[in-house]
């Protein structure tokens, strides 16, 4: 797909993002809304997938470890066909198998159960490893906060996968400065994050702005040619991307909007449809 159309597809999927928190009632719209033009690109261009067979063995795998951007990654599934169309307005509900964590048991195009944060990067460089172990072709990535790489069991990980160069394992940092509780300088800032990755062997690339497709497409392109090392993309992205109240604001990490906020958000991104539509 072409950029434009890959921004027409996040489009979409931002505001299935909205609508799905709003259905909620509850939900973690910030960091999704932040993350939509990575996760479309890896869904849409990057990662060999089928969604008409997810489980296929050979399929790449991605591993949401910021877990509670659910919404996200549901609404690129939806997007991209891996369930009915309507799915997303039963988030959070009893009975749904769109839950407020990504459960691998219930959602079709899950890869891995995630939620508690730090773990899901040993998960994925589980994956990796066995992909190596067996000689399997499939990739891996997971999608990480920089508020979660405050947990130990991170750097436990990386440290693992670079002293065994899982060059099949591409680990994202949303890097959009903002946690629950403040800013990640407030709370506890695990910068200088690239030097950090480097020094367990890593290959770092530095995405200037993690909502620009034609960078994000640069970024994912040279982590393909990366051999002999894992890949960490460090991408700067902004929290809330596309809804102008929600913009970097630490109080859109985890709540849903109302009606009225639901209704400007929404005229937002479909007045931002139209001009994609006519960039076209």
Not at 40 to 57: Q, V
């Amino acid at each position: 797909m072409s950029d434009d159309e890959l921004k027409r597809v996040a489009n979409e999927v931002r505001r299935g993002i909205v609508t799905a928190v709003h259905a909620a009632k509850s939900g973690h719209p910030g960091g999704s809304l932040g993350a939509a033009d990575i996760l479309t690109y890896l869904y849409f261009e990057e990662m060999e997938i089928d969604p008409a067979d997810p489980a296929k063995a050979d399929r790449d795998r991605l591993v949401l470890s910021k877990g509670h951007a659910a919404p996200g990654l549901y609404s690129v599934l939806d997007e991209r066909g891996y369930f009915p169309k309507g799915d997303l307005e039963t988030l959070r509900h009893i009975g749904s198998h769109l839950q407020g964590h990504p459960n691998m048991n219930d959602t079709p195009g899950v890869d891995m159960s995630s939620g508690s944060l730090g773990q899901g990067v040993s998960a994925a460089v589980g994956m990796a490893l066995a992909a190596k172990h067996w000689g399997d072709p499939y990739r891996v990535f997971a999608l990480l906060g920089d508020g979660e790489i405050e947990e130990g069991q991170v750097w436990e990980a990386a440290m693992f996968a670079g002293n065994h160069c899982l060059d099949n394992l591409v680990l994202v940092v949303d890097h959009n400065g903002l946690q629950i509780d403040g800013t990640i300088e407030e709370v506890n800032s695990a910068m200088p994050i690239a030097d950090k990755f480097r020094a367990f062997r890593f290959h770092v690339i530095e995405l200037a702005d993690g909502n620009d497709m034609a960078q994000i497409r640069a970024a994912f392109e040279a982590a393909r040619g990366v051999t002999g090392a894992p890949v960490a993309i460090i991408a700067e992205t902004v929290k809330g991307k596309g809804v102008s109240f929600m913009e970097n604001e630490v109080g859109w990490h985890g709540k849903a909007p109302d009606d009225e906020q639901y209704e400007q958000a929404m005229a937002e991104l479909e007045a931002d449809a139209s001009e994609l539509a006519k960039e076209a």
